[in-house]
Every structure is written in C-alpha cells, then in structure tokens.
C-alpha cells in the first residue's frame, strides 16, 4: 500500500508525467490533490497497471480528488525548450489549473523547476511511494494514451495506437519507410541515420 500523504498537516499536490521518452506527441503532465483519508489497493506506479486498471483508476481518482488536472507540452514547445523542462513545464500548467492553491509540490523524480513560491519535495520513483504522485502518473499516462490514439486515426503508419509514440522497433522502421510526422519531436534522436530524415 501507497503512503497516503508526505505531512498530514499540508495540502499536497502530487505531480508526474507521461511521453518523456516518446518520440512522437505531447508530453503530458498531471496535479492531483487527493484527501488525507483516500486509500485504494489498486492504485501504483502507472507502469505497473495493465490498461484496464489504470483506466478503471482514472475515474476513481477524479471522483475522490479535491482538485485534479491535466496538462500539456507539445512537440514544437519541447524542440524548443528541451524534454527536461518541457516535463516542468506541463507540470506548472496542470498546476496553474488546480482549483486551490497547494501547499507541498509532491514531484517524481529527482528535479523540478520551483512553481510560484510553494514548496516542493522531489521524490525519486515517488509513483511508487506516495498515493498523490501515483494519481497523477495515471491521469498523466491515460490522457496522453487516448491523445495518442487518436492521433494514429490520422497517422496509421506508426502504430501509436500499440507504443504511443516510444522508439519501438515497429517505430522507428515506420519512421525509415515513411518519414517524421508533425507531430515527431525533431530534437529527438528518431533513427541513429537522423540527418537524412529531414
């Protein structure tokens, strides 16, 4: 079982993101505010979930949370302003859309860009540790999930519907017959032959 919260006398926002290592798409980014007394056996690490639990999950959570929402960044932004802070980014805007203002950022991870004036703890694999932080990384993950599907109604070609995106084998032969999409992250290397893609 999860911990339930990192200092019983805060509010706490936990934080995570999804598509850092695609290739293609969004990176996503989830704030979730769960109450003090929430518990749910199920709930993990996305990575851990099949699709169906995190998806039975998500509604869970969004029924339970104080505030919840979900962000993101998208490929010209991270060509831009690099995968790093890019996952910064699209935390700082599903916290600017929380409905109150927290008192602790509960981060995964072992780096952040500080947010206002507000606390923050990093935790490394904190997905796995507190149950606020493993909110977010199934909030995270299913949204860019459904994003990523629809996207491959337009783009067929590179299986996003089965690796969302992720530098899989099935990926990147697609990438050599077809080329990058709009959508393809261009600062990313996509195939170790990168210069001839463009």
Same mark, same amino acid.
């Given at each position: 079982?999860? +911990?339930?919260?990192?200092?019983?006398?805060?509010?706490?926002?936990?934080?995570?993101?999804?598509?850092?290592?695609?290739?293609?798409?969004?990176?996503?980014?989830?704030?979730?505010?769960?109450?003090?007394?929430?518990?749910?056996? &199920? &709930?993990?690490?996305?990575?851990?979930?099949?699709?169906?639990?995190?998806?039975?999950?998500?509604?869970? #959570?969004?029924?339970?949370?104080?505030?919840?929402?979900?962000?993101?960044?998208?490929?010209?932004?991270?060509?831009?302003? =690099?995968?790093? =802070?890019?996952?910064?980014?699209?935390?700082?805007?599903?916290?600017?859309?929380?409905?109150?203002?927290?008192?602790?950022?509960?981060?995964?991870? =072992?780096?952040?860009?500080?947010?206002?004036?507000?606390?923050?703890?990093?935790?490394?694999?904190?997905?796995? #540790?507190?149950?606020?932080?493993?909110?977010?990384?199934?909030?995270?993950?299913?949204?860019?999930?459904?994003?990523?599907?629809?996207?491959?109604?337009?783009?067929?070609?590179?299986?996003?519907?089965?690796?969302?995106?992720?530098?899989?084998?099935?990926?990147? +032969?697609?990438?050599?017959?077809?080329?990058?999409?709009?959508?393809?992250?261009?600062?990313?290397?996509?195939?170790?032959?990168?210069?001839?893609?463009?």
């Amino acid at each position: 079982m999860l +911990e339930p919260y990192y200092d019983p006398d805060l509010c706490e926002a936990g934080c995570d993101e999804a598509g850092r290592g695609c290739l293609a798409g969004p990176v996503f980014a989830a704030a979730v505010v769960l109450p003090k007394s929430f518990r749910h056996p &199920l &709930l993990n690490d996305s990575k851990q979930l099949s699709e169906q639990q995190r998806t039975e999950l998500r509604c869970i #959570i969004k029924a339970a949370a104080i505030s919840w929402a979900v962000a993101q960044v998208d490929p010209v932004e991270i060509d831009e302003v =690099n995968i790093l =802070n890019a996952s910064f980014l699209a935390m700082h805007r599903a916290l600017d859309k929380l409905d109150l203002q927290p008192d602790l950022i509960l981060v995964d991870g =072992n780096r952040f860009n500080p947010y206002k004036s507000i606390k923050h703890q990093c935790v490394i694999k904190g997905d796995g #540790i507190y149950m606020s932080i493993a909110a977010a990384s199934v909030l995270a993950k299913t949204y860019r999930d459904d994003y990523m599907a629809n996207l491959a109604d337009d783009h067929p070609q590179y299986g996003w519907t089965a690796n969302k995106g992720y530098p899989t084998k099935a990926h990147r +032969e697609a990438l050599r017959h077809h080329g990058p999409s709009p959508h393809h992250r261009r600062s990313f290397r996509l195939l170790p032959e990168q210069m001839s893609l463009f």
